[in-house]
């Protein structure tokens, strides 16, 4: 639920296809006879990622389009995690109903509503980087973006007080989430605090809303959400906060120009391209010692083996050059941080913890 939190953030949206995936498509129609690279420009603008095409009238369409569907996903996977690591999810009709609730409270409305809250407080350098977004493009009016923000927040919060009521919770655990998450979002977009513009705290706060808060929300829907796995899931989000900065490579030259604290703007490019590989490598490993140290040595194992080809993707993309190379990067290693999430999930949840 506090997922909403960073998914502002949360820029895969800038996973912008690169020059060989344009040349790819770029002679390619479709049997209408629609060129390739204009469907692919439309559904980059619909999911909210760069690369988009403008002239989309379609108010509903805008309105997606400013809530990013491309960044739904990890949040929506938190859940699955913390449904797995609860231990208690059974596979009935009414648990995967339940289960798709929660993550459309934690993807398309609070996520949503966080990336439209985002996009609303960065309109004016949109302006300069991302013209073709709806707000600097004038595709969509200030008072409806509004509209929009408080209507996602409200729908979110009243469905994380109907999970509450259906896991019966006599403390609204889920709703005080979604309240502090919706909260953490609002400081993390917006000034005077605005956190994002801190290297350090604003990507560990969106490393904490791709893995621990999704996760809580998911944990607490269908079991007791304790210290143990508070601690643990905010220690993998250390993993997570390097992910976060593999994004920061796209926009170095615009972070220094604006004055944006960036890890690779503070460090440099090759420094802050070890400190952010290193992160993602050694805190899946401190996940898999401590799930040895609880006797789950098989899911210990797996979550080791799929370390190993995220090094392998890190020495032959990212690591060489990150400025070229880090959509590709994250597009062949992230799976397997994904999957590991998993592992160590359901072995938490074998384990009882």
């Known amino acids: 639920m506090m997922p909403d939190l960073n998914p502002s953030q949360i820029e895969t949206e800038s996973a912008s296809v690169d020059a060989a995936e344009v040349a790819l498509v770029s002679d390619a129609t479709s049997p209408n006879g629609e060129p390739a690279n204009e469907r692919s420009a439309k559904t980059r603008q619909l999911l909210g990622m760069k690369g988009a095409q403008t002239g989309e009238t379609s108010i509903w369409k805008i309105r997606l389009q400013l809530m990013k569907p491309i960044t739904w996903i990890p949040l929506m996977w938190g859940v699955v995690c913390g449904a797995a ?17 929660c993550m459309l409270l934690s993807g398309p409305l609070l996520t949503g509503y966080t990336q439209t809250l985002n996009d609303f407080y960065d309109r004016d350098i949109d302006a300069i980087n991302e013209p073709y977004r709806p707000i600097p493009s004038g595709a969509i009016s200030i008072p409806q973006v509004v509209t929009q923000i408080l209507v996602l927040l409200c729908a979110g919060i009243v469905l994380a007080y109907g999970l509450d009521q259906w896991a019966g919770h006599e403390f609204p655990t889920i709703t005080v989430m979604a ?25 560990y706060a ?18 007791d959400l304790n210290g143990t796995i508070i601690v643990l899931t905010l220690f993998y989000s250390l993993a997570g906060l390097g992910i976060a900065v593999v994004n920061d490579f796209k926009s170095v030259e615009g972070d220094r120009q604006l004055g944006l604290k960036s890890l690779p703007v503070m460090f440099g490019i090759t420094t802050a ?18 799930l040895i140290h609880i006797h789950q040595n098989l899911y210990a194992a797996t979550l080791l083996l799929l370390v190993i080809p995220q090094i392998t993707f890190q020495d032959m993309y990212f690591l060489r050059d990150p400025l070229k190379n880090d959509v590709k990067y994250q597009a062949s290693a992230q799976p397997f941080l994904v999957l590991g999430m998993l592992v ?4 938490l949840g074998h384990a009882g913890v």
């Open 85 to 101: 690591s609860s231990g208690n999810f059974r596979w009935t009709l009414e648990y995967v109903l339940i289960s798709a609730a």
């Open 179 to 203: 309240i502090g998450g919706s909260f953490l979002s609002y400081i993390y977009s917006a000034p005077p605090l605005k956190l994002k513009q801190n290297g350090w705290l604003g990507n």
């Open 206 to 223: 969106l490393g904490a809303s791709y893995i621990a808060l999704p996760w809580w929300a998911g944990h607490a829907l269908f079991g």
């Open 273 to 290: 391209a070890w400190i952010c590989v290193l992160m993602i490598d050694v805190f899946q490993v401190g996940i898999a010692a401590y």
């Open 344 to 347: 160590a999930a359901l072995a």
